[in-house]
């Protein structure tokens, strides 16, 4: 099977017979409508859907036989296609903006034969589609690619504000121009608010959560085995596993992402293609690059991470991402470190949290790296957390823990993060065994008393931890037994033990430490 991995264009993956996972009955419904705009991660096929939308606005028919939409379209009348790909540019350059805009409206220009007499480039590209349907009678479609890269390559930088004002003004002629538009569809990886950017065409209809396009990008779980069931095999043989444990494992670390209250789960598409490629498991899509918008706009807005993750929201506080206010939450959800996990339909409510293990491992490998000031020492201490409670060494697991965090400098954050070294504390404890469940099992065990600061599960221990800040190991242990924490265990065939810390906001690292065990 040739994968079309690198490929973006429709005719090329078709000509050269590549894999295809057919969306095309979902194109021909959204081709029905007249102006959309969809907002999905980076890498999940947004490019090559435009591709397609091209092609078969153009009427290219000879492309899509044998494929959904031949049996749905009969007319395949060809339009004039305006296709921008706002990838390419250095928007950060003051004229950056302008000169890719200049680009493409010159060549249209000179195409057409049509004389420039404005200076406005949403007026220029207006003259352009009145001048195209007077020459041949066809309304125009408009495609555009990746339509907020010029503002999220500036974002936070003195020219955000410019490349706002030039995008907002060419956008406009969506409004003024719409007698002569038979179709315009954007993409992005963000919705900015509509009074910053989309105020001028306010008729875009948003499908990012109608739930109809849910699988428009990305791979769901039928298309997964209706295209890829047999490399799924080969890929459950090379691992030595069954297949349904090799099915398990991709779900777990590529599977997950929801764009509506539907809740239908759609695959990362890149990591599965690259992933059933190189016949390998591993984190394609988070190593593939980390936005620095998003980094910087995490550092700044100093965001409690575990403050945001498991709470429900109201749509409207991370649909819209607002030039004006730096709030994470939208632009994590968009940019797809954090998606739909649950749907509360009577208060119509949306619970977010990481929408797979790929994810939530490499980000939170980044805010650790990045609060912490320890770049490449947490990963490393988390495998070695990871082994010392595979074996039991927990001597040296208390040890190693108190070197590590005594090693943390609290100072470099504390005006910055924390507004206090409990905050502190439990930031850096959230994002520690973030990491540490890359490698071990973190259970979330709940009863009518609440619920243990951290249980760990390996193949042979169970270990019930409970933390404390100024206070000491002794009072960790007895809240242990005062609130039934490790009672689910009761039956469980494996040795079982109940741990108590106590950190000391002084010195600023564990001073006491009790463990009991294994229990009967």
Known sequence: MKYPIGTQTFSTLIEDNLVYVDKTDLVYELSQKRVCFLCRPRRFGKSLLISTLESYFKGEKHLFEGLKIASLEKDWKPFPVFHIDFSLGNYEKPDGLLEVLENY????????????????????????????????????????????????????????????????????????????????????????????????????????????????????????????DEELDQLASKYGCPKETLCEMFKKRYDGYHFSEQMLDVYNPFSVLNALDSMRLDDFWFSSGTPTYLVKLLHRSQTDMQKILGRTYAKKYFVDYKADKEEPLPMLYQSGYVTIKGFDMRRNEFMLDYPNNEVRNGFVDILANDYLNLHGETNTLAMDVSEMLGSCRLDDLRDSLTSFFASIPYTANQN?????????????????????????????????????????????????????????????????DAQGYAEPYANDSRKLFKVGVNFSSAKRTIVDWKNVGPLE
């Open 105 to 228: 409206l010159g060549k249209w220009e000179k195409q057409y034969g049509i004389e420039n007499h404005a200076s406005q480039s949403g007026i220029r590209f207006g003259n352009v589609i009145s001048a195209v349907r007077q020459q041949n009678g066809q309304k125009a479609v408009v495609l555009i690619d990746e339509y907020d890269k010029p503002m999220l390559d500036v974002l936070m930088t003195p020219q955000e504000e410019t490349n706002r004002n030039i995008l907002k003004e060419f956008y406009s002629v969506f409004k003024y121009s719409d007698p002569d538009l038979r179709f315009v569809f954007l993409t992005g990886v963000t919705k900015f608010s509509q009074v910053s950017v989309f105020s001028g065409f306010n008729q875009a209809k948003d499908i990012s959560m109608d739930s109809r396009f849910d699988a428009l990008c990305g791979i769901t779980e039928q298309e997964l085995h209706d295209y890829f």
């Open 416 to 480: 910055e993060r924390a507004t206090s070294f409990e905050s502190h504390f439990q930031y850096t404890f959230y994002l520690v065994f973030r990491l540490l469940s890359c490698y071990v099992t973190l259970m979330e065990k709940q009863n009518s008393h609440g619920r243990a600061d951290m249980i760990v599960e390996t193949d042979k221990y169970i270990y019930v931890f409970e933390f404390k800040l100024d206070g000491s190991a002794q009072e960790a242990l007895e809240q242990i």
